[in-house]
C-alpha cells in the first residue's frame, strides 16, 4: 500500500494536485484519490486495519444503496412476509431511506453516517417510535447486502435512538378503562358483541389476535385459549410475528360460559369471531363495534367522541393482571405478565406498565414487614 502526490494541469493551464491511497486486496489494485494528506494517511491506515479483519470492500465494487434495496425487498417477499410487512418497509425506503441514502455507496457508509441519518430523521420531525422502525430497516437492508458479499460489514448494527422519556405514563380512566367502565361497557353490549369484549378484556388479546382467533385454538373443557394466529391488516391469517406471541391464557368461569353460548348460536365457522358471513372482520369493523358500545354506556370524552379504542381493553387487562388481589385484581408478578400479553421482553413489560405494580412500601405494609421480623 502506498501513498502519494499526483499533480496535474487542466486544459486551462490551472495546477492541480491531490493524494493518492493505492493499495492491493485480493489481487485487485484499487486507488482512491482525497485532496488532504491527511486523509489519505487515515483512510490507508484504516483500510490497513479492514483488509487485516476482512471488512473491507472497495468503492468501486461497491453497490449503491438504491441496488441493495432492491435486493432486499426481493429477499424479503421470497421468504413470504406478511404483505403489510412489505409495504411498511417500502414505505421505509421511499420515504426515509432512498431519498437520503439512496444513491450512496454501501462501502462508503460509516457508523458516523448513520447515526447522522438518524439524527436526521428526528430533526425532520419525524417521532423516536418511527425512526427507530426506519433504523432497523436500514439494519436489515445493511445486514442482507453482508450476506450476499456485496459489503463486508453492517456498520449501522450498533447504532440506537434511544426512546425519550415518556411524557405521561398510562393513567387509569384516561388510557386504561377504569372498573366501573367495563362494567357498564360488557353490560351495554348486545348479544353478538358481548362475546368478543368479554373475551378481550379477560384475555387481554390484541385486535389481530382476536380477529384471526379459532375454535381449534380454545379448549372450553381445559378453560385455556391458545395464541397461534393473527389477522393482518388484509385480513389475512398467518402466525404471531414473534415465538412470544405464541402463549397460552387461562380462562375464567366467565368467559367459557360465554363462549360456550356463543359457539352454540354461532353457525359452523372456523373463526371464533368471523363476520356475518364468516370471513375475517376488519380492524375497522371491530372499532365500529366498540365505538357503539361505547356510545350506549356514555363513555365519552371531553370531546363527546367514544372514549377508547380496542387497545384499551388490552391495556385493562395487564393493569387487571398486576393490581392487588384486595383491590379486585391477579397481583401476578411481572414475568407472568409478560408471558400473558405475549411481550418479547421483561423490558417491554416494565416499560409500559411498571407504574402499575404494587411499591410494597407504603406504611401498613412496612409496619407488618417489621413485626414480622422482630417477632413482635
Known amino acids: 500500500m502506498s501513498v502519494r502526490k499526483r499533480k496535474w494541469t487542466t486544459r486551462s493551464g490551472e495546477v492541480k494536485e491531490a493524494w493518492i491511497v493505492d493499495y492491493a486486496q485480493e489481487g485487485h489494485r484499487h486507488i482512491e484519490t482525497l485532496k488532504r494528506k491527511k486523509d489519505a494517511d487515515d483512510y490507508a491506515n484504516k483500510i490497513g486495519v479492514d483488509i487485516k479483519s476482512g471488512t473491507h470492500t472497495?468503492?468501486?465494487?461497491?453497490?449503491?444503496?438504491?441496488?441493495?434495496?432492491?435486493?432486499?425487498?426481493?429477499?424479503?417477499?421470497?421468504?413470504?412476509?406478511?404483505?403489510?410487512?412489505?409495504?411498511?418497509?417500502?414505505?421505509?425506503?421511499?420515504?426515509?431511506?432512498?431519498?437520503?441514502?439512496?444513491?450512496?455507496?454501501?462501502?462508503?457508509?460509516?457508523?458516523?453516517?448513520?447515526?447522522?441519518?438518524?439524527?436526521?430523521?428526528?430533526?425532520?420531525?419525524?417521532?423516536?417510535?418511527?425512526?427507530?422502525?426506519?433504523?432497523t430497516s436500514l439494519k436489515s437492508l445493511i445486514g442482507d447486502a453482508q450476506r450476499r458479499g456485496n459489503v463486508a460489514q453492517n456498520v449501522?448494527?450498533?447504532?440506537?435512538?434511544?426512546?425519550?422519556?415518556?411524557?405521561?405514563?398510562?393513567?387509569?380512566?384516561?388510557?386504561i378503562p377504569t372498573p366501573d367502565e367495563i362494567r357498564r361497557l360488557l353490560a351495554a353490549a348486545h348479544s353478538r358483541v358481548r362475546p368478543l369484549l368479554v373475551t378481550a378484556v379477560f384475555t387481554g388479546l390484541r385486535a389481530s389476535e382476536l380477529r384471526g382467533l379459532?375454535?381449534?385454538d380454545v379448549d372450553l373443557k381445559r378453560g385455556e385459549l391458545r395464541v397461534r394466529r393473527r389477522a393482518d391488516r388484509y385480513c389475512v391469517i398467518g402466525p404471531p410475528k414473534s415465538k412470544a406471541g405464541q402463549r397460552i391464557i387461562p380462562l375464567g368461569p366467565v368467559v367459557v360460559n360465554v363462549l360456550r353460548e356463543w359457539r352454540l348460536a354461532q353457525r359452523s365457522?372456523?373463526?371464533?369471531?368471523?363476520?356475518?358471513?364468516?370471513?375475517?372482520?376488519?380492524?375497522?369493523?371491530?372499532?365500529?363495534?366498540?365505538?357503539?358500545?361505547?356510545?350506549?354506556?356514555?363513555?365519552?370524552?371531553?370531546d363527546s367522541k367514544p372514549k377508547y379504542r380496542m387497545h384499551a381493553l388490552r391495556h385493562f387487562y395487564a393493569s387487571w393482571c398486576i393490581n392487588r388481589r384486595s383491590d379486585g385484581g391477579l397481583e401476578l408478578p411481572a414475568k407472568l405478565v409478560q408471558a400473558r400479553l405475549g411481550h418479547a421482553s421483561i423490558v417491554m413489560t416494565l416499560d409500559r406498565y411498571g407504574h402499575l405494580f404494587p411499591r410494597g412500601d407504603d406504611g401498613a405494609e412496612l409496619a407488618a414487614a417489621e413485626s414480622a421480623l422482630l417477632g413482635s
Open 156 to 175: 449501522a448494527l450498533n447504532v440506537r435512538i434511544e426512546t425519550p422519556s415518556r411524557g405521561r405514563q398510562l393513567e387509569v380512566g384516561v388510557d
Open 58 to 135: 472497495p468503492l468501486s465494487r461497491s453497490i449503491a444503496v438504491h441496488e441493495a434495496a432492491e435486493d432486499w425487498i426481493k429477499a424479503v417477499e421470497l421468504n413470504g412476509r406478511e404483505r403489510g410487512t412489505v409495504v411498511m418497509y417500502r414505505q421505509h425506503l421511499g420515504v426515509h431511506i432512498l431519498p437520503r441514502l439512496g444513491s450512496h455507496k454501501l462501502a462508503s457508509l460509516t457508523t458516523p453516517k448513520v447515526h447522522a441519518f438518524a439524527d436526521g430523521l428526528l430533526a425532520d420531525g419525524v417521532s423516536h417510535a418511527m425512526a427507530r422502525k426506519v433504523l
Open 214 to 216: 379459532c375454535w381449534e
Open 269 to 302: 365457522t372456523e373463526l371464533v369471531f368471523p363476520t356475518r358471513t364468516g370471513h375475517v372482520e376488519h380492524h375497522t369493523d371491530l372499532t365500529r363495534k366498540l365505538d357503539v358500545v361505547q356510545r350506549t354506556a356514555k363513555l365519552f370524552n371531553n
